[in-house]
Nanobody, 122 residues
Framework: QVQLAESGGGLVQAGGSLTLSCAAS????????MGWYRQAPGKEREGVSC????????NYADSVKGRFTISRDSAKKMVYLQMDSLKPEDTAVYYC???????????????WGQGTQVTVSS
């Protein structure tokens, strides 16, 4: 069983930065891949980024490449999403998720956090 809790969301102006954090519970953290997803009002949940169990492999949605950076600290059981050069279209609820394989497909993840709101004003 894995429980996830996101934090770090908020209101920021376009061009600004935010760092999202995801705290995980459970002893299997080192064995699981992690992902960040987001869902804007009226839109489907989309993959933002994912990171492998070792942290050696990462992937990003085209819309955030070069602006967002995912990382993990297995000792602290934390996953982070550094978001720079934020745009109004990044506004969404952001979720972290845990699964066996680092993919950009929501169906591959078994555990989800409650989400944190990110709002980017123009």
């Amino acid at each position: 069983q894995v429980q996830l809790a996101e934090s770090g969301g908020g209101l920021v102006q376009a061009g600004g930065s935010l760092t999202l954090s995801c705290a995980a519970s459970g002893s299997i953290f080192r064995m699981i891949a992690m992902g960040w997803y987001r869902q804007a009002p009226g839109k489907e949940r989309e993959g933002v980024s994912c990171i492998s169990r070792s942290g050696g492999s990462t992937n990003y949605a085209d819309s955030v490449k070069g602006r967002f950076t995912i990382s993990r600290d297995s000792a602290k059981k934390m996953v982070y999403l550094q978001m720079d050069s934020l745009k109004p279209e990044d506004t969404a609820v952001y979720y972290c998720a845990a699964g066996l394989v680092a993919t950009m497909k929501p169906r591959d993840y078994y555990y989800w956090g409650q989400g944190t709101q990110v709002t980017v004003s123009s």
